[in-house]
């Protein structure tokens, strides 16, 4: 009883967080699966290879709780990603500040924690899992499964990696820092040596946040109110230094592919931070509290609408999906999104995958297609693998024959297929 009620406010933040996803699930056209990468994970687990890598592994894994429906299962990976990561920053609030409810609540209104819960891939259970592993390392008895989980986050997806650098600002004792590191040396020995090179990610990463970005203004806000913390203890100073070290990481080791969606991981003590600090200063004030976390959920509320309406504009423009029920945000909010660029809907779909995705959920004969860029094409292989459909790539390196020219190949394949 009393394990519960001390989980009970990252219990009440999961739930609020899974009643998002699926108001948004319920709300947006995302039935052409979209996500980064996750229409390969699909194909390989219609094809039966679960074993494609390791987030398709996790989705094959809740086949068991889908009755073996495959697109179930993988949106139910990310939504479990976020709903975890939800439940373990409200842990992580509740261990720092005594103030698990507020920033439960505030983690479960945060648009990139709910954006990534619907994008079907490996990043939301990634992030879950590493912030799992991390609440788990206050400890020491749960340390070697915190360990396991730090691994599977990894081999899921690289942008977990970062994460493993907050073990570093929990309440750990000298010998078990030392006894962390030592254990942890698998994972961070191959990327040590090439730090004295990962000066430039915090180059890229003034260059990928702008002002506007909430990720940014977060950064800002919390460290301001690192600033006027009466009892400067010295836990949320490193974490919030190895916030901004993780994500100059993350800039790094991606490179130019850098997107603001594989900073989201490794920037979200921002908002336990920003959370847990107002919480902290107006516990005294009951009438304070109430307008300082009305004003700051109602923020992340307007954030959160603003940011979705306009991402789904851009699908309205791109793939002619049907509008839905969003209303119109207020200009004022809808304003911090305007310039939104193409890639925030590029990045997570092919142009015209859902285009793709009808086209194959009526071939019943099957269907062929060149390669497009980032393998893009298994949007239309997806939806035709789950139904048992045949289909086929063409290029050369799968259908030419040695000592057979581009054009012979071409024209023996087109005959074939008519």
């Given at each position: 009883?009393?394990?519960?009620?001390?989980?009970?406010?990252?219990?009440?933040?999961?739930?609020?967080c899974?009643?998002?996803?699926?108001?948004?699930?319920?709300?947006?056209?995302?039935?052409?699966?979209?996500?980064?990468?996750g229409?390969?994970?699909?194909?390989?687990?219609?094809?039966g290879?679960p074993?494609?890598?390791?987030?398709?592994?996790?989705?094959?894994c809740?086949?068991?709780?889908s009755?073996?429906?495959?697109?179930?299962?993988?949106r139910?990976?990310?939504?479990i990603?976020?709903v975890?990561?939800?439940f373990?920053?409200s842990?992580?609030?509740?261990?720092?500040?005594?103030?698990?409810?507020?920033?439960g609540?505030?983690?479960?209104?945060y648009?990139?924690?709910l954006?990534?819960?619907?994008?079907?891939g490996?990043?939301?259970?990634?992030?879950?899992l590493s912030y799992?592993g991390?609440?788990?390392?206050?400890?020491?008895?749960?340390?070697?499964?915190s360990l396991?989980?730090?691994?599977?986050?990894?081999?899921i997806?690289?942008?977990?990696?970062?994460t493993?650098?907050y073990?570093?600002?929990?309440?750990?004792?000298?010998?078990?820092?030392?006894?962390?590191a030592?254990?942890?040396?698998?994972?961070?020995?191959?990327?040590i040596r090439s730090?004295?090179?990962?000066?430039?990610?915090?180059?890229?990463?003034?260059d990928?946040?702008s002002?506007s970005?909430?990720?940014?203004q977060l950064a800002?806000?919390?460290?301001?109110?690192?600033?006027?913390?009466?009892?400067?203890?010295?836990?949320?100073?490193?974490?919030?230094?190895?916030?901004?070290?993780?994500?100059?990481?993350?800039?790094?080791?991606?490179?130019?592919?850098?997107?603001?969606?594989?900073l989201?991981?490794?920037?979200l003590?921002?908002?336990v931070?920003?959370?847990?600090?107002?919480?902290?200063?107006?516990?005294?004030?009951?009438?304070?509290?109430?307008i300082?976390?009305?004003?700051?959920?109602?923020?992340?509320?307007?954030?959160?609408?603003?940011?979705?309406?306009?991402?789904?504009t851009?699908?309205?423009?791109?793939?002619?999906?049907?509008k839905?029920?969003?209303?119109t945000?207020?200009?004022i909010?809808?304003?911090?999104?305007?310039?939104?660029?193409g890639?925030?809907?590029s990045?997570?779909?092919?142009?015209g995958a859902?285009?793709?995705?009808?086209?194959?959920?009526?071939?019943?004969?099957?269907?062929?297609?060149?390669?497009?860029?980032?393998?893009?094409?298994?949007?239309?292989?997806?939806?035709?693998?789950?139904?048992?459909?045949?289909?086929?790539?063409?290029?050369?390196?799968?259908?030419?024959?040695?000592?057979?020219s581009?054009?012979?190949?071409?024209?023996r394949?087109?005959?074939s297929?008519?």
């Amino acid at each position: 009883m009393n394990a519960v009620k001390t989980f009970l406010p990252s219990i009440f933040a999961a739930l609020l967080c899974a009643a998002n996803l699926f108001c948004l699930h319920a709300t947006l056209d995302l039935q052409a699966w979209y996500g980064p990468g996750g229409v390969k994970s699909i194909t390989a687990l219609a094809e039966g290879y679960p074993q494609w890598d390791w987030s398709t592994w996790f989705m094959g894994c809740l086949l068991v709780l889908s009755n073996d429906n495959i697109p179930l299962a993988a949106r139910l990976s990310p939504l479990i990603g976020s709903v975890i990561t939800v439940f373990s920053l409200s842990v992580m609030g509740e261990k720092m500040f005594g103030q698990g409810w507020v920033v439960g609540i505030s983690a479960a209104l945060y648009a990139p924690i709910l954006w990534l819960g619907i994008l079907i891939g490996g990043d939301a259970i990634a992030m879950g899992l590493s912030y799992l592993g991390l609440i788990l390392f206050y400890n020491l008895w749960w340390i070697a499964f915190s360990l396991l989980l730090f691994f599977i986050a990894f081999k899921i997806k690289s942008i977990a990696l970062p994460t493993l650098s907050y073990v570093f600002a929990t309440r750990m004792r000298i010998r078990f820092i030392i006894l962390t590191a030592v254990l942890l040396s698998p994972i961070w020995i191959n990327h040590i040596r090439s730090l004295r090179n990962a000066t430039s990610g915090f180059f890229q990463l003034w260059d990928v946040l702008s002002p506007s970005d909430t990720i940014f203004q977060l950064a800002v806000t919390s460290f301001v109110l690192l600033l006027f913390k009466r009892r400067k203890r010295r836990f949320p100073f490193i974490l919030w230094g190895l916030t901004i070290f993780a994500m100059a990481y993350s800039c790094w080791y991606i490179g130019d592919k850098i997107r603001i969606r594989y900073l989201i991981p490794a920037s979200l003590p921002f908002l336990v931070l920003t959370a847990g600090l107002l919480g902290t200063y107006s516990r005294r004030f009951f009438g304070l509290r109430v307008i300082v976390f009305t004003l700051f959920w109602g923020l992340l509320l307007m954030d959160g609408w603003s940011f979705f309406y306009t991402w789904e504009t851009k699908f309205i423009e791109n793939e002619g999906v049907q509008k839905s029920a969003l209303p119109t945000p207020p200009k004022i909010f809808l304003s911090r999104y305007a310039k939104m660029r193409g890639l925030e809907h590029s990045d997570v779909s092919a142009i015209g995958a859902l285009s793709l995705h009808k086209l194959s959920l009526r071939s019943q004969k099957g269907a062929a297609i060149i390669p497009l860029r980032d393998t893009r094409h298994y949007h239309l292989f997806a939806g035709l693998a789950v139904n048992q459909y045949p289909y086929r790539e063409i290029s050369p390196e799968q259908c030419c024959r040695p000592q057979e020219s581009e054009r012979e190949c071409a024209l023996r394949v087109l005959q074939s297929m008519n």
